[in-house]
């Protein structure tokens, strides 16, 4: 039990950092990046913001231990997407391998986050 609570809370603090608190820290103290990631992609400005928005509410949701199951899934399956999203946009955009696999490895610490999370209910 110990050891998967480890596991859960090692990647669900990286996806904190990754997805939730550089992009907050990017609007914070150099917001002319913000869209630095969606511009090239085609995207518009004001998604980028929308974005950020939902990525720090997603990490700060699976960050919660006391929050209902039912948020923790939705803030799961909204992080999963935008993941997602952001790997088919590249294939179709930029084709950078770089660029590709980055929201792919995210995807899978998201995952094994996720798994853990489930773990973690089921023993308890």
């Not at 550089?22 to 929308?50: N, Q, W």
């Not at 949701?61 to 999203?85: D, H, R």
Request: charged residues 10%; hydrophobic residues 55%.
């Amino acid at each position: 039990m110990k050891k998967n609570k480890i596991i859960f809370w090692i990647a669900t603090g990286i996806i904190f950092l990754w997805e939730g608190l550089m992009p907050l820290a990017t609007l914070i103290f150099s917001p002319g990046y913000v869209t630095y990631g969606t511009k090239p992609l085609g995207y518009p400005d004001y998604f980028a913001y929308a974005l950020l928005i939902c990525k720090v509410i997603g990490t700060i949701a699976i960050m919660l231990p006391s929050l209902p199951a039912k948020l923790k899934e939705w803030a799961y399956a909204g992080l999963a997407f935008n993941l997602i999203f952001a790997t088919y946009s590249h294939i179709m955009v930029d084709k950078n391998i770089g660029f590709i696999m980055l929201p792919v490895i995210v995807g899978i610490i998201l995952a094994v986050s996720y798994v853990y999370n489930v773990k973690i209910k089921t023993e308890s």
